[in-house]
């Protein structure tokens, strides 16, 4: 196939022939190369890659390295991208990307990940780095007021962590673009198979690949997608920095990504289904999830999204206690923090990711200590839905009052 980005081909096709790199035995997918550094018969032929004239492996930290190739090609294929860089996580990824187009500004909208918030509170602004925070995702009015004032980039995740709302990709990329600015999405809940943020207007996407494209709590690794021009900027801070994807991990992540698009409308299914059998239950308050028509941000998931992902938020009539004991009694979901995995998780935000923030501060962001975060995992829903209807069955009367 020619060039499979701009092709008919669906998801699933991609992420099993995107990778144009071949091995010199004609194996199906790029092996391992756990080389640091590639030798050249002479100098003329090394002085036509170090002089940019040819590209070839030269030494793997630049991110010189078939393996990464192979698996770069692919990602860059399931985004509709020119180009992605593979890191060693998602924080090395989204911390790249600051420096390489943040330093301009960054104006954060609506809730980001814990590791984000701290980079962007704390460190960034350190260096002299200028970072706002926006909570609502929809206050287009403060939005346009930093943009005006020369915030160089907008930075948005959807959909967010814990309570899953959304916020409109399109509309920020066309106001962020009147202004001359530029627009990185963490796309981590939603994966490249139920949402193409590049397509809706977006220039950069960034994805914690420890999450679903790894998808087997095997790995830690992180990925951003976008036009040549955007990446190119970013190579020799990636190089630089040091925090290049290793051989290793570019090869389990590229044979993750075969299955992709198989898992993801697997934990779609799954978590739709769950969602929809517990709504109304009376230990339950409030069922989060993007594709109940109940849920807010409803409407827009239909327009930006292709699936509505295995993130489901349930929130207990019986607070805090009644979620704790219900995460307790489950079986067959661990309490771990993490998500996107084969195995079913479960966690308090309460008690992890938000633990750090004040309660006043939570519910200002529409946290509650009453919520259970889930990701639903590759199990048979049937039995993912038993255990939490035993798990909850436990509960007495008195949990189910506040
Ligand atoms: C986990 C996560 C990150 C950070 O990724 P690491 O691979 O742990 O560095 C960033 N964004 C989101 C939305 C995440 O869930």
């Known amino acids: 196939m020619s060039d499979p980005r701009s092709s008919r081909f669906g998801a699933a096709t991609l992420a099993i022939h995107s990778q144009q790199q071949q091995d010199a035995f004609g194996s199906p997918h790029m092996p391992i190369y756990d080389t640091t550094t590639f030798a050249y018969p002479d100098t003329t032929a090394l002085l036509e890659v170090t002089e940019g004239r040819r590209r070839a492996p030269l030494y793997s930290r630049y991110g010189h390295n078939p393996t990464l190739y192979a698996l770069e090609e692919t990602l ?46 704390h460190q960034l602004p350190e260096l002299g780095i200028n970072t706002h925070f ?124 075969r299955t992709l698009p198989l898992r993801v409308e697997r934990h779609n299914a799954s978590a739709q289904a769950i969602a929809e059998a517990l709504l109304g239950h009376p230990a339950i308050a409030r069922v989060l999830y993007p594709g109940l028509p109940s849920h807010p941000g409803h409407r827009l998931a239909r327009q930006q999204m292709r699936g509505f992902g295995g993130m489901l938020t ?67 829903a049937e039995d993912l839905l038993d255990d939490l209807q035993q798990a909850i069955a436990t509960l007495s009367e008195s949990d189910n009052t506040q």
């Not at 160089?152 to 916020?167: A, D, F, S």
């Not at 935000?349 to 750090?356: F, G, K, N, R």
């Open 134 to 257: 926006l909570l609502e995702g929809d206050d287009f009015d403060a939005l346009e007021h930093l943009l005006a004032s020369g915030v160089g980039l907008v930075y948005i995740e959807t959909p967010t962590n814990p309570t899953l709302r959304l916020t409109d990709i399109a509309a920020v990329a066309e106001q962020a673009h009147r202004h001359g600015a530029l627009v990185a999405v963490d796309s981590t809940f939603a994966t490249p198979i139920n949402q193409q943020p590049l397509a809706l207007g977006a220039d950069i996407v960034v994805h914690s690949a420890t999450k679903y494209l790894g998808g087997h709590s095997d790995l830690t690794a992180g990925a951003v997608m976008g036009s040549a021009k955007l990446l190119d900027a970013m190579w020799p801070w990636r190089q630089n920095l040091g925090c290049a994807l290793s051989p290793q991990m570019a090869s389990l992540l590229s044979r993750s990504v």
């Open 314 to 380: 349930l929130e207990f009539v019986g607070g805090r206690d009644a979620a704790t004991k219900v995460a307790d009694r489950l079986a067959l979901f661990a309490i771990a923090p993490s998500l996107g995995g084969a195995e079913s998780l479960v966690t308090q935000p309460c008690t992890t990711s938000h633990a750090d923030i004040s309660a006043e501060e939570r519910a200002k962001r529409g946290i509650t200590d009453g919520m259970l975060r889930l990701s639903i995992g590759l199990e048979d």
């Open 76 to 121: 860059a294929a399931l985004e509709g991208a020119e180009k992605a860089w593979a890191f060693s996580s998602g924080m090395a990824a989204i911390s790249t990307l600051f420096l390489s187009h943040g330093r301009r500004g960054i104006a954060c909208l609506g809730e980001i990940y814990g590791g984000t918030l701290g980079l962007l509170e």
